[in-house]
């Protein structure tokens, strides 16, 4: 009998952001809120199993343009027992659009948040280099 072998690739055709900065999740959130004009708002915490076998929790927001069809999702890199994206160990804040934004919306975003007072850093990640990239399947 023949084997069957199942390949599945996942589609990573969206934006990320990393954020460094010292802000506790819900001030960056009130801060980019203002800014940008956003309303993200705090969704249930994300779980992820490392792989150790534990789990480690990562608070989320959530905010949806209903005309774009495009939704934003702020993580925390930084949870209970591990991070979200573990190459990235410098960032603290994911955000991730669920459908690739042009190149200058993404450069604009970038723009903006680099604008906050308390945010040190803000940079894209290219999500395909990324060996954890599974993790930003949860949209």
Same mark, same amino acid.
């Given at each position: 009998m023949s084997?069957?072998i199942?390949r599945? !690739?996942y589609d990573f055709?969206?934006?990320?952001?990393?954020?460094?900065s010292q802000l506790k999740?819900?001030?960056?959130?009130w801060f980019i809120?203002h800014?940008? $004009?956003? !309303?993200?708002?705090?969704?249930?915490?994300l !779980?992820? %199993?490392l !792989?150790?076998?534990?789990?480690?929790?990562?608070?989320c927001?959530h905010h949806?343009f $209903?005309?774009?069809?495009?939704?934003?999702y702020?993580v925390?890199? =930084?949870?209970?027992?591990?991070?979200?994206?573990?190459e990235n160990?410098?960032?603290?804040?994911? %955000?991730v *659009?669920?459908?690739?934004?042009?190149?200058?919306? $993404?450069k604009?975003?970038?723009? %903006?948040?680099n604008r906050?007072s308390d945010?040190q850093?803000a940079?894209l990640?290219? *999500?395909e280099s990324? =060996?954890? =990239?599974?993790? %930003?399947?949860?949209?």
């Amino acid at each position: 009998m023949s084997k069957k072998i199942l390949r599945i !690739e996942y589609d990573f055709d969206f934006s990320v952001i990393g954020i460094s900065s010292q802000l506790k999740d819900y001030r960056l959130c009130w801060f980019i809120n203002h800014a940008l $004009e956003l !309303e993200f708002s705090r969704q249930d915490d994300l !779980e992820l %199993l490392l !792989e150790n076998g534990s789990a480690s929790y990562f608070s989320c927001y959530h905010h949806t343009f $209903e005309n774009l069809e495009t939704e934003f999702y702020l993580v925390s890199n =930084k949870g209970t027992a591990g991070l979200f994206i573990p190459e990235n160990k410098e960032t603290d804040f994911i %955000l991730v *659009a669920n459908q690739r934004l042009s190149h200058a919306e $993404e450069k604009k975003l970038v723009q %903006l948040i680099n604008r906050l007072s308390d945010v040190q850093a803000a940079y894209l990640i290219d *999500a395909e280099s990324l =060996k954890s =990239k599974e993790n %930003l399947l949860f949209m």
